[in-house]
């Protein structure tokens, strides 16, 4: 952080290192605890004046910002949580800020639930979902199926470094799903066996390309040769906007260690253990073009990928700077 930046509320910093370590993850929870981390900050601050009330949001907001780059969730509560900042007191700008924060908070859930509802009407009794990394969107979608009486059963792929799916399994067994647990290289092969794969997104690009966990393209790629639609479930949240001006998501680049651990390196390495000719390469997250995506599923309706821009238009207009920029 600048070194003019004021200092932000130890809240903040400890969130943005949950974040940035994966204890606080996924789109929508790390969109969740960024706003809580705001509200946080607007509580909790001895600003003496407006001016320098906006300097602490706006640092706080940086710091939260700086975390993961690929959901743009983050960015997006961010920015509607700071534009919601409102009052001539500092009294008034933090209750006005706490609200809002609230507010973006509430309406997160909210979509949540509404998706699940949309996403739940493309599942039939007794279908099989394939999933693949922990997605609390996917997840709803399947826990509006199982609400509505449907009986739903579960193939789910590890995901392998972190093995996210692992949250999954343990979500689908408390509500009584039915699951089989795979490695992600056993994916085709199961795909005989699943009538969906149901997957969230942590960002969805204007041609409805859909940036999701590592290796969602190849599993997408197989689905379609295997006749399996692929569901994408997204609140409007996940939108990108900066990709309706031609700008590209980054791909977060997390550290080698989370494929190749300390203690395993010399398995690879031998006796060379500065060996400089071993690369690893560990990409977080890879991009789905939209040609093999069947449905988007929002809390507002389910969009084919090709029209998702236009529901972005209406949401967020032509463009948007970053989230700090009035
Ligand atoms: O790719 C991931 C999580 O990646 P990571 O574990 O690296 O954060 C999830 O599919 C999306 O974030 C959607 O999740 P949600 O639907 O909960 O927003």
């Not at 975390?67 to 509607?80: C, M």
């Not at 509505?148 to 067994?173: C, M, S, Y």
């Not at 795979?182 to 960002?203: F, T």
């Amino acid at each position: 952080m600048d070194e003019d930046q004021p200092a932000v509320d130890p809240v903040v910093a400890e969130t943005a290192e949950d974040i940035a370590t994966m204890e606080i993850r996924g789109a929508a929870t790390i969109a969740d605890a960024a706003a809580d981390a705001l509200a946080t900050q607007a509580d909790r601050t001895d600003a003496a004046d407006p001016a320098a009330f906006r300097d602490e949001l706006r640092a706080a907001a940086k710091v939260l910002y700086e975390t993961r780059p690929t959901a743009v969730s983050l960015p997006n509560a961010l920015r509607y949580v700071l534009r919601g900042m409102a009052g001539d007191t500092v009294s008034e700008l933090r209750a006005s800020t706490i609200a809002r924060a609230e507010e973006f908070r509430t309406e997160l859930e909210q979509a949540q639930d509404q998706l699940g509802k949309v996403g739940a009407n493309r599942l039939r009794d007794g279908d099989v979902v394939m999933t693949h990394c922990h997605s609390t969107d996917a997840l709803s979608c399947i826990e509006a199926a199982l609400d509505a009486g449907k009986h739903v059963e579960a193939i789910v792929k590890e995901t392998r470094p972190r093995k996210q799916g692992h949250i999954t399994a343990r979500q689908l067994r408390e509500w009584g799903v039915p699951v089989t647990l795979i490695v992600d290289n056993a994916a085709r092969r199961y795909l005989d066996d699943a009538d969906h794969v149901l997957v969230g997104a942590d960002s969805i690009a204007a041609d409805g390309g859909v940036i999701n966990k590592i290796g969602t393209s190849g599993l997408a790629v197989n689905a379609r040769e295997r006749g399996v639609p692929v569901m994408v479930a997204a609140q409007t949240i996940k939108l990108h906007p900066d990709t309706m001006t031609g700008h590209t998501v980054a791909i977060e680049m997390r550290d080698e260690s989370e494929v190749l651990p300390d203690a395993e390196r010399a398995d690879v390495t031998g006796e060379r253990s500065d060996d400089e000719g071993l690369v690893v390469e560990n990409p977080a997250f890879d991009v789905t073009p939209p040609r093999y995506v069947d449905a988007i599923v929002t809390e507002r309706g389910q969009f084919p990928p090709e029209s998702i821009v236009t529901l972005m238009r209406d949401l967020f207009g032509e463009t948007t700077g970053e989230p700090w920029e009035p």
